[in-house]
């Protein structure tokens, strides 16, 4: 038996010894739509479907009520057809694919222009809707070695050009709060860091600040009244509930989903419902499960619907792996969810 002065931190394991309440929610107050999640073959590390069997994908949907998943994955061009026939064409809504830009457009002289034509080209293709991923302000160059920023003209452009065709924007800016903060013994995400360091962006010499990128990102949904916009992950900001209600005042159009962010939600519970509350018709529900799983389904409806107290956001994990903490449930006011789970994407989505 290890000594406790020998013992690391990484293999400090604790179990609650806290005797508290339990209650199982696997269905949700009304059906829902999940719209964020991903479906294709881009995140997958071996370059095939995420969902090999969709058939097993429909069967969970239909036992947990989810009436329809947003695939975030088209890409464009033969990739967005490959998604559109294996989804939105063989099960008709029950799946919305959208789209994603090609960036690497932006390297050539008429960049902005390109882009445009590539979002219209995935718009004629059948694209529900477009996804923008934190590679934008991050990572992606123009043909001037430049960091594009997610308020640079040529993004405002094709943003407002989505809000014409009628497609939906659902943009993912920046990273958690901690993944820019120092690498030392007071960040809260070390263990998650740890294991996967390029998700560190804390080099001020490399990356913009998260302050910088979010500001950004704000510009961005203003300079865009037209479009609906939608704030991956509680709008960028999870951590930070008061920024999000801000801009959500400040733009009638802007939504935020709660995709992949029930660790951050579920330490300020009270907070959370509050902003639902205030913005009941903002606030979407999603999941950023891959592949989706019966038990997370019913994990997030447990924290949406309960009134439990201090329980695990990723049962079964030795280490949970966004932060060492338990979460505590919203028990949000059943009026609120309707439209929530369902009607305010049904909204968004036109459907």
Known sequence: MTSIDELKLRDWTPKSRLHAQETDVPLPHTPCIDVHNHLGRWLSADGDWIIPDVGELLRTMDAR???????????????????????????????????????????????????????????????????????????????GDHL?????????????????LGLPVLIHTADPIAFFDPLDAENERLDELRGAPDWWFGDTDRHPSFDALLDAHAR?????????????????????????????????????????????????????????????????????????????????????ESADESFEYAPGEPIPPQGRWTISAAALDPVLLPALYRDNARRVLGV
Not at 85 to 92: C, F, I
Not at 148 to 164: L, Y
Request: hydrophobic share 40%; with cysteine; glycine share 8%.
């Open 220 to 304: 961005l949904v203003l300079a865009c009244p037209e479009t609906d916009i939608i704030g991956a992950h509680v709008g960028c900001a999870a951590e930070d509930l008061d920024r999000v209600s801000v801009l959500l005042d400040a733009a009638p159009r802007y939504h935020v989903d709660i995709a992949g962010r029930l660790a951050e939600l579920g330490r300020q519970p009270r907070r959370f419902a509050r902003l639902v509350a205030q913005h009941p018709d903002r606030v979407l529900f999603g999941t950023d499960i891959y592949p989706a799983e019966d038990e997370q389904y019913r994990l997030h409806f447990r924290f949406l």
């Open 148 to 164: 594009v920023a997610p308020d640079d003209p040529r993004v405002v452009e094709v943003v407002r050009r989505a809000g014409e």
């Open 65 to 143: 009520r989810v009436e329809a998943i947003v695939n975030l994955d088209g890409m464009w061009g033969e990739e967005l057809d490959a998604n559109l026939e294996r989804y939105d064409r063989a099960h008709p809504e029950r799946f919305h694919t959208f789209c994603q830009l090609d960036w690497s457009l932006l390297t050539q002289a008429d960049g902005g222009r390109l882009l445009v034509e590539n979002l219209e080209d995935s718009a004629r293709r059948g694209a529900r809707g477009v996804k923008i991923w934190k590679t934008l302000g991050l990572s992606v160059r123009d043909s």
